[in-house]
């Protein structure tokens, strides 16, 4: 028994230590975040935001008064530990409203170096959980990129550039047409073969606005709906 239980918990360091992404699930933090707007995802480190040259994806934690009202309001369940990152995947209503066939439905984006470099004809398998909250528009589209270097958009400031990322393939993505329910944690995951050098992970969602299927709730005012997903666990690993 005693020999059992010491090969399940090698089994399951051995299974941890090859996760390539550092701070997986947004547990260590150099700081305690403001709320959900304020762009500290940066607190997470070594996440980062997409977005040049302002932070403005978001870290969740339970470390205030302030987060947790926001917890509770926002009826955000942790799936692990008591921190999540959390950004604007795509907003529906402002898709009705504003967007056109050239300006795509403004996003964000996290990402990270991962601790060691994709090796060539290697496949890797990413493993990652998001959560749409309330009043979100539940859509199929959100996955991961893979790229040697950092992927940056412009600010919202700059009226005349996409933040959209769909010039963008992402190497993981949700099944097209398999739409993911709000409110609860959706496991999102695949396997792909490395070019070699791929050192970074973005994620987010890199699909055109006309090619996103989503379903939204019609007794909810535009103005009054969210774009927000909460991201946790985090895993990039070698395959077999």
Not at 13 to 35: A, K, M, R, T
Not at 37 to 57: K, L, Q
Not at 128 to 143: L, M, N, R, V
Not at 154 to 177: C, H, K, M, R
């Amino acid at each position: 028994m005693h020999r059992l239980l010491s090969i399940l918990i090698l089994v399951s360091f051995q299974l941890f230590s090859q996760n390539l992404v550092p701070n997986p699930s947004f547990e260590d933090i150099i700081d305690c975040p403001y709320g959900i707007t304020n762009g500290d995802v940066t607190y997470a480190i070594p996440w980062i935001s997409a977005r040049e040259p302002y932070s403005s994806s978001d870290l969740l934690y339970n470390c205030s008064e302030s987060n947790a009202i926001i917890f509770e309001n926002q009826n955000i369940q942790f799936r692990t530990g008591i921190g999540v990152a959390s950004f604007s995947h795509w907003h529906a209503s402002y898709f009705q409203e504003y967007a056109t066939e050239e300006y795509e439905t403004p996003r964000e984006y996290i990402q990270v170096l991962l601790d060691d470099t994709l090796i060539q004809g290697e496949e890797y398998v990413l493993s990652f959980y998001c959560y749409f909250i309330w009043q979100s528009t539940p859509c199929d589209a959100i996955g991961g990129y893979f790229s040697e270097d950092t992927v940056y958009i412009p600010t919202f400031y700059d009226s005349s550039l996409s933040t959209a990322l769909t010039n963008l393939y992402p190497q993981v993505e949700n099944p097209i047409g398999s739409i993911l329910p709000i409110e609860e944690w959706n496991h999102v995951t695949g396997s792909f073969v490395a070019q070699g050098g791929e050192k970074f992970l973005t994620l987010g969602n890199f699909r055109a606005d006309s090619l996103i299927n989503y379903s939204i709730d019609s007794t909810v005012i535009w103005w009054e709906s969210s774009d927000f997903v909460a991201i946790d666990d985090v895993l990039v690993y070698l395959s077999g």
